[in-house]
């Protein structure tokens, strides 16, 4: 609802009475028969009128404002003939000459278009006459910011994206809609309003160019290991696209192996490591005894926080998996971001097949645009040249890695939206854990897409095309999923809201929301 209608409906409820409206071309003071609006309006007695023929008498016909148009209702006294569009008089149906030039003007630096119809017109002494300094300075340039951008100022989708679009361009008005934002934002909203709050720090951020100091105090003022543990799998829990992409690689994964008995799997992101333990236990459940097998993880100090501990703590976890299956096991430890991999931090020995997984990892090694060196590009082939049975990728399906800020603004909006609204149908508003999640699990990747630039920007999305078309450069082919478990994802997907998507196409598995795609699982060798 725009501050125009609102300010209409608080009129008509008698919540707010306009002081002054404009009269063949002149201005008066507008007050209520029965005296009672205050003295803010009641400037001088309406007994000096005793009734509305007097002041009809002395200041001309009184006519009714219902029937004007947008157009016709201006915030100042010459806005010229181009503004000006004849306005049919209720129950007459004849232009109305009088009121060509009427102009309304409440209060509160708002415009109204429909007066309550209870009004006498008294005369305005001439130095209360409207003038520009009849509104204060934050009034004047919040309504010309918004009337010059066609600004609904309660839609909040319309006040997001006219922000963004300040913010990129350097508006001057850009503090203006940032102050309208912040009065329709909340962490315990609906999901517009909860992504709204975290995409206004990011501007506020940004705009004070802050953004990389605040994405570092965010990752500083982190909840204990333990909690950011918790939050992690309640995301997982309440937002299938973790659990089912992961299900999709391991199935790739799975099926390349099922054979072989000298197995390495290089994981560029191994967290906690938890992904493999379902693998384990069903390499050493098969037919003709377990494998032996290596895991390489990868992984850098600052997952260590979440973790709790280093990457000695999922060596030991998964030992300890593999022992009780008796499986024999190795765990190589590699202290490094993904940019930071080169061949010798592998290990790679003859004789063992290789696997290979980037999971939400990739997106966060920089490529040309960030540095002169194109990691991305290099370590896509340096793992072609390993000679991989099977390379799983699972990535977010969003374009933020080149895009122009204002592109990459409204690409953010669209796809946190979904992701928000995903959220919004598992849990409750008011649930506390939602919020610990979605502003330990999500709003820091928003405020990094909005408020930072350069290195700083960490998360660098692509779409699945760009990551289609750097494998196959690298000379990389798809190797298509498992339909087994790709099915069974499908009946599992049942279980969850009806909203919810899943689409097979070419071997490769979109999930997503609704209509938009979030997330892209793939395998190539």
Not at 4 to 29: A, F, H, Q, T, W
Not at 394 to 413: C, K, W
Not at 442 to 459: M, P, Q, S, T
Request: proline share 4%.
């Amino acid at each position: 609802m725009s501050a125009l209608k609102k300010l209409e409906e608080r009129e008509k409820s008698g919540v707010l009475i306009p002081d002054y409206l404009m009269m063949n071309g002149c201005p008066v003071r507008a007050v209520p028969l029965n005296n009672d609006a205050g003295p803010s309006v009641q400037a001088k007695r309406t007994s000096q009128y005793p009734n509305d023929i007097a002041a009809q008498n002395e200041f001309g016909d009184r006519h009714s404002l219902i029937g004007f148009s947008l157009a016709e209702v201006l915030s100042n006294n010459d806005a010229g003939d181009s503004k000006q569009e004849q306005t049919v008089h209720q129950g007459h149906g004849q232009p109305d000459a009088s009121m060509t030039h009427a102009n309304i003007l409440n209060d509160q630096g708002s415009l109204s278009a429909q007066p309550t119809p209870l009004h006498n017109f008294l005369p305005v002494p001439t130095d209360e006459m409207i003038t520009g300094a009849s509104l204060t300075d934050e009034q004047t340039e919040y309504f010309s910011t918004t009337d010059s951008l066609g600004i609904n100022t309660g839609d909040l989708k319309q006040v997001i994206i006219a922000c963004g679009k300040a913010a990129a361009e350097n508006d001057i008005h850009t503090e203006v809609l940032i102050s309208e934002l912040r009065q329709l934002v909340s962490i315990s909203g609906d999901p517009m309003q909860r992504l709204g709050a975290y995409m206004l720090e990011g501007l506020v951020a940004r705009l004070s160019f802050s953004g990389s100091k605040l994405y570092k105090s965010l990752k500083c003022k982190e909840p204990t290991s333990s909690e950011l543990i918790s939050h992690m799998h309640h995301l997982c829990e309440i937002c299938p696209f973790y659990r089912f992409s992961y299900m999709s690689a391991n199935g790739a994964i799975a099926e390349a192996i099922k054979s072989e008995n000298f197995v390495h799997i290089i994981d560029f992101h191994i967290a906690q490591g938890s992904q493999w333990i379902t693998i384990i236990e069903a390499l050493a459940a098969r037919s003709g005894g377990p494998p032996c097998l290596r895991i390489t993880g990868i992984d850098d100090s600052n997952s260590a926080y979440a973790r709790g501990g280093g990457l000695d703590m999922v060596g030991t976890r998964l030992h300890s998996v593999s022992a009780s299956c008796g499986m024999p096991f190795e765990f190589n430890a590699v202290h490094a971001a993904s940019h930071e991999v080169y061949l010798e931090h592998l290990d790679i020995r003859p004789g063992e097949v290789i696997v290979v997984n980037f999971a939400y990892e990739l997106h966060h090694t920089p490529d040309e645009s960030v540095s002169t060196e194109n990691h991305r590009n290099r370590i896509i082939r340096m793992i072609k040249s390993l000679s991989p049975r099977v390379v799983t990728l699972v990535e977010q399906e969003s374009n933020t890695n080149t895009a122009p800020f204002f592109s990459r603004y409204l690409e953010t909006f669209e796809y946190y939206t979904a992701m928000f609204e995903s959220i919004d149908v598992a849990l409750p508003r008011d649930d506390k854990r939602r919020i610990s999640t979605e502003q330990h699990c999500l709003a820091r990747d928003v405020i990094n897409l909005i408020a930072c630039e350069g290195a700083e920007r960490v998360e660098r999305l692509e779409a699945f095309g760009k990551w289609k078309a750097r494998f196959a450069m690298a000379g990389f082919r798809p190797y298509p999923l498992s339909s087994l478990v790709n099915n069974t994802i499908k009946t599992l997907l049942d279980n969850y809201h009806s909203c919810y998507r899943l689409e097979e196409r070419d071997g490769v598995l979109y999930l997503g929301w609704k209509s938009r795609v979030l997330v892209v699982s793939s395998a190539w060798c």
